[in-house]
């Protein structure tokens, strides 16, 4: 059963427009949230994280934004980039539990 | 630092072979994870280790699949006999105690493997 899920497995967004990235979760238990981003041929690589005491954590480009009641969180990026364009994924962790989604593929247009 | 290493990148093998996949985590960490990626499931968590002791192995799917860590700076994850359904990219991630990175995994590349 997946308890983090992306339910969009693409995402197409012209250069310079914002890219948002959705993410749900199940467990009420999770206390931190992640993004990571992957290229082809290569291991995830951090990209931007949130405890659950915040809603909002903005880095550069990148923002998570978080909604408990919802259980919802997603990431913004503004203005995308080509470079970008990559496999982002979500996690949600409790304690050294991780819990990935399935990604997101997301390709920006120039 | 060279960050996390697996060998090998690539792996094709027949049903019911041996499979050994190797990871080197970070210099000083002291926990390390093992991944499957597929795409029906994403990122699947199988087993970490703290200390080179297995904390958790509720993910490794059968009895088939074995991890050992026999020292802080190398682990294998070891399918017999393997089966084409487990054809998959599994992953190596390690990071440091909570005083030095709290919850950020720094992964290795991967291995894909490929079970015929």
């Known amino acids: 059963d997946q308890q983090v899920k992306q339910n969009s497995p693409s995402l197409s967004v012209q250069e310079g427009r914002i890219s948002i990235l959705n993410c749900d979760y199940t467990?009420?238990?999770?206390?931190?949230f992640l993004w990571y981003k992957k290229y082809p041929a290569e291991g995830p690589t951090f990209l931007i994280s949130i405890s659950s005491i915040k809603d909002k954590n903005e880095d550069g480009r990148f923002t998570v934004f978080l909604n408990k009641s919802a259980k919802h969180l997603s990431l913004h990026i503004v203005p995308s980039q080509p470079g970008d364009s990559a496999v982002y994924f979500c996690?949600?962790?409790?304690?050294?539990?991780?819990?990935f989604g399935t990604g997101t593929s997301l390709t920006v247009i120039p | 630092d060279a960050g996390v290493i697996q060998s090998p990148r690539h792996e094709v093998t027949e049903m019911g072979q041996e499979v050994t996949l190797r990871c080197k985590p970070i210099?000083?960490?002291?926990?390390l994870f093992w991944y499957r990626q597929t795409m029906m499931r994403g990122l699947e968590l199988l087993i970490y280790?703290?200390?080179?002791?297995?904390?958790?192995d509720s993910g490794m799917p059968e009895d088939r699949f074995s991890a050992k860590m026999p020292n802080a700076s190398f682990s294998t994850l070891k399918i017999q006999p393997s089966e084409p359904r487990d054809s998959a990219v599994y992953f190596c991630?390690?990071?440091?105690?909570?005083?030095?990175?709290?919850?950020?995994?720094?992964f290795g590349p991967g291995t894909r493997l490929t079970v015929l």
């Open positions: 996690a949600a962790s409790t304690g050294n539990q991780f819990y």
């Open positions: 991630a390690s990071r440091g105690g909570i005083l030095n990175s709290y919850n950020e995994q720094f």
């Open positions: 210099s000083g960490h002291d926990y």
């Open positions: 280790f703290n200390n080179n002791v297995p904390i958790d």
């Open positions: 467990n009420s238990m999770f206390d931190y």
